[in-house]
């Protein structure tokens, strides 16, 4: 299925689901990230920050604020579409941007950063191998292409945005592992 198919589809079932089961789904997630050895074993953490139907990331920050890690989220420039880590102490230190996402305020040169132990990346859609369909702006593919990293690669989704296979291009940077509310997966060795 074409990727701006996909897209359209899983964001209105992300959508349209009720914010009962969103809660709830979410909590799930969040245990299975925070009591996984990928959370444990980091220290460095880029963690995009949720808005809209994506999975909740707000709490997952805060606790790893609590759990002394170092947390980085991104920052758009939107002239030069380009996006940047940037470290927060608290999630108050967020402001709303022109396409209504929490980021940074003020960006100090000593809070950027580029090496980190995991990056959670948001996404539209996934599928096992680690392909994944984002929202079609590419701000994490070309960053991910300049910045060459050890990180894990981590997706924090719902089932139904987890499909058998999905059409990616040769820049699409893979995730290795995705989390529902049921387990983790690894993406299958190539």
Do not use: W
Request: with cysteine; charged share 35%.
């Amino acid at each position: 299925m074409e990727k701006k198919l996909v897209r359209k589809e899983i964001l209105n079932m992300r959508n349209n689901m009720s914010n009962e089961k969103r809660i709830l789904k979410d909590k799930l997630i969040y245990n299975l990230f925070i009591n996984s050895d990928l959370y444990k074993k980091a220290k460095d953490i880029f963690i995009y920050v949720s808005f809209g139907s994506e999975v909740n990331t707000h709490e997952i920050i805060k606790k790893a604020i609590i759990d002394k890690k170092n947390i980085y989220v991104p920052k758009i420039d939107m002239k030069k579409k380009e996006m940047i880590a940037v470290k927060i102490h608290s999630i108050t230190e967020l402001s709303v941007n022109n396409y209504g996402i929490l980021e940074p305020i003020n960006v100090d040169k000593d809070k950027i950063a580029n090496d980190f132990d995991i990056i959670v990346m948001p996404g539209v859609a996934f599928d096992k191998n680690g392909n994944r369909i984002g929202y079609g702006g590419g701000y994490y593919d070309k960053y991910l292409e300049k910045n060459i990293f050890k990180a894990k690669k981590v997706a924090l989704a719902y089932e139904e945005q987890i499909l058998e296979r999905i059409e990616s291009d040769f820049h699409d940077i893979k995730v290795d592992f995705i989390i529902n509310t049921k387990k983790i997966i690894k993406k299958y060795c190539e």
